[in-house]
Structure formats: structure tokens, C-alpha cells
């Protein structure tokens, strides 16, 4: 839905913001399905949770092949600098946010050279991956222009980022504790954000039982009237 989006036209400026807002929520559900296959909950083997994962980030442009490696440090190291890829995001200056989470994917290649993660394996994938990015959406700048690709690719992937990295890593580590394991990360309440973040708002939980999947966090979701645990 995300790639063929861009065949439609928008004739309007109210239209081309529903048309970015949309791109942006499916690109959102395509790093959940990356999420959820790099905790294999996708498909019955790692190979294919792997090409799940592959083809659920390909409207997004970003490499599975990165993202299945640093998540997994970001479990085992969680909040600690250098040792967690996506600690990155913790800054005091709010203004980077945006710009910090536009860059993450970017920091996890980073990441993985300095910690001598990116092997001749990791490059090959990289690389075929932008190989295949670069004939899909050639194939899409064809048939629509390379305008409507890019505006709309760049208004969406950033409109992305924001909405999964703010709410949902920045927010949901919010403190950056290193100290016991339930303390460093945090759950939304309520069962509207739960759906609408497709179980990414119970991460505190995800932490602490990767091997549910999300529709087995459903019963585990606080209702936002509940009293705050001490």
C-alpha cells in the first residue's frame, strides 16, 4: 500500500498532507512488521522472519539487515552508551531529536563498524538492498515523476521517524536508566494507543518478555484509570 500509493496524484495541498500522514503511518506499520520479525514472531523460521523483515522495511527505504543486529544489542545493552545502538537518541538538546531521528538508521552502519559488527556478509545485504531500493522506486519515478517520489518519500520518511522514534523509543526509554531492568523502559496506558501503535506502546513489557508477540501483550495492557505502580 506504501509504494503503490505514489500512482496517486493529489490535487490538492489537504490531499497531498493525507496523502504524506498515510505513507507515514504505513511506513510505521512496516517497522513493525521489521519489529516483530527480528523477535521471530512472523514466520516459523529465521529465515523467514529475515525476509519478512526485508520486505516489510522496503517502502521505508531502511536496511533490515542493520536493524535486525542493533535491535538486538539494544535488548542486551539497553540505555547504556556505546553499548546500545539506539542510545544514540538520548540527547539534552531537544532540538536534535528530529534530526537524531531522521539520522538512526544511519548511526546503526556507524554502530556496527566501530564494534566490528559489520562483516563482509552485512556489506553484501547493505548493498543489495539499495540495489533493490534503487530499481523500485527507479521503476516508480517512471511511471509517476521523480517529484512525486521524492516530496513524497522525504515528507513521509520524516513524519516516520518522528512518530516511531519520539513516542516510541525516546519516550518509552524516557530517564535512559541503567539500573534494573523493569526501570528502563516504560509502558503506555490504554488499549487506543496499543492498537494504533500496533503493541509497541507495551515496551517495557517487550523488554521484559520478548517472546510475546504483540497480540499477546493485549491482555497485559493498563487501563489509562489505573492506579500508577510505585
Do not use: C
Amino acid at each position: 500500500m506504501a509504494l503503490a500509493s505514489y500512482f496517486w496524484q493529489p490535487t490538492r495541498l489537504i490531499l497531498y498532507a493525507i496523502d504524506i500522514v498515510f505513507r507515514a503511518y504505513l511506513h510505521y506499520v512496516a517497522g513493525v512488521m521489521a519489529h516483530e520479525s527480528v523477535h521471530g514472531h512472523l514466520g516459523n523460521t529465521r529465515s523467514s522472519n529475515d525476509w519478512w523483515g526485508r520486505i516489510g522495511l522496503l517502502p521505508t527505504t531502511a536496511p533490515y539487515v542493520t536493524f535486525r543486529k542493533t535491535h538486538l544489542h539494544h535488548h542486551s545493552a539497553t540505555n547504556i552508551p556505546e553499548m546500545d545502538p539506539d542510545e544514540f537518541l538520548n540527547t539534552r538538546h531537544s532540538w536534535q531529536i528530529p534530526f537524531r531521528a531522521f539520522a538512526l538508521p544511519y548511526h546503526w552502519v556507524v554502530w556496527m563498524i566501530k564494534n566490528g559488527k559489520f562483516s563482509r556478509r552485512e556489506r553484501i545485504e547493505y548493498l543489495l538492498h539499495y540495489g533493490v531500493i534503487a530499481i523500485v522506486y527507479g521503476v516508480i519515478a517512471y511511471f509517476t515523476s521523480v517529484e512525486r517520489v521524492l516530496i513524497g518519500l522525504l515528507a513521509s520518511a520524516t513524519l516516520h521517524s518522528l512518530l516511531l522514534w519520539y513516542y516510541f523509543a525516546i519516550k518509552t526509554h524516557e530517564g535512559y536508566s541503567t539500573g534494573e531492568p523493569e526501570t528502563r523502559s516504560h509502558n503506555y496506558k490504554g488499549q487506543l494507543v496499543y492498537w494504533f501503535s500496533f503493541g509497541l506502546s507495551m515496551h517495557q513489557l517487550h523488554h521484559m518478555q520478548p517472546r510475546l508477540a504483540w497480540l499477546q501483550m493485549a491482555k497485559f495492557v493498563p487501563s489509562v484509570t489505573a492506579v500508577e505502580e510505585r
